[in-house]
């Protein structure tokens, strides 16, 4: 070997390259979902006894018996007043007649009783009004077919006495008529104070019912020979 030759160096073994160190790093972006937690989570559990069909009819079945309930309770109060409202309406009805026939009356007899008659109505129709109204039930709220039914009856006893006068038997005609008619209204009174929930319309119809009779008898009492 030539002592002036230089050692050949062993070639070093290649190395890794080193990464690359970006410009700029950018960390990735995650959009986030409002609703994952409930996209993951187990559904609810629905109880056996009223989850499908069985459950929608049951609830059906429900509404409806609580709908009936509902009806039944509203037009309860209603019925208790029926009786009621027909005697306000009928005397409000007589007290009209009462003071168109009092003019064409020949009688003292019938004309001092239809007097009497005429403010018993008056106060009486009042006082049945003003519970009615204590009872939430309005005039307008009256049985309509009720109203229609009393409103003719009240025509055709007009209509009577209109021909009983033409014909110059109105006293007698009169007379007859409202005994029946004021027995009657006793009769309705009477079952009232028996039978009514209320104590405020068992008292007025008790009242009422005890005044009316002398009136109803002077009525039934009279003769053609009475002056």
């Known amino acids: 070997m030539d002592p002036n030759q230089q050692p050949v160096q062993p070639t070093p073994p290649p190395q890794p390259a080193m990464p690359q160190t ?18 993951i989570a187990p559904p609810p559990q629905q109880g056996k006894f009223l989850s499908g069909t069985f459950g929608k009819v049951f609830w059906i079945l429900v509404g ?9 309770i509203a037009f309860s109060g209603k019925d208790e007043t029926a009786d009621l409202q027909q005697v306000s309406v009928r005397l ?17 007899t019938l004309t001092s009783n239809n007097g009497n008659f005429q403010l018993w109505l008056v106060g009486n129709q ?4 003003e519970l009615l109204k204590k009872g939430g039930v309005s005039k307008t709220e009256y ?17 009577k006495f209109e021909d009983a006068r033409l014909s110059a038997r109105l006293n007698r005609v009169y007379a007859s008529t409202m005994a029946a008619e004021t ?17 405020q319309i068992r008292d007025y119809a008790s009242n009422a019912s005890a ?13 053609e020979t009475a002056n």
């Open 22 to 39: 970006p410009s700029s790093y950018t960390a990735p972006v995650q959009e986030y979902d409002p609703n994952y937690l409930d996209s």
């Open 64 to 72: 409806v018996f609580v709908l009936a309930v509902s009806f039944i």
């Open 92 to 108: 409000d009805n007589f007290s009209k007649t009462a003071k168109t026939v009092q003019k064409n009356l020949k009688s003292k």
């Open 126 to 129: 009042t006082a049945g009004e």
């Open 143 to 159: 049985n309509k077919t009720m109203v229609k039914s009393e409103k003719k009856f009240a025509s055709d006893l007009d209509a």
């Open 183 to 199: 027995q009657k209204i006793i009769n309705i009174l009477n079952s009232m104070a028996k039978k009514n929930k209320s104590k």
């Open 211 to 223: 005044n009316l009779v002398p009136i109803q008898k002077i009525f039934d009492d009279y003769t």
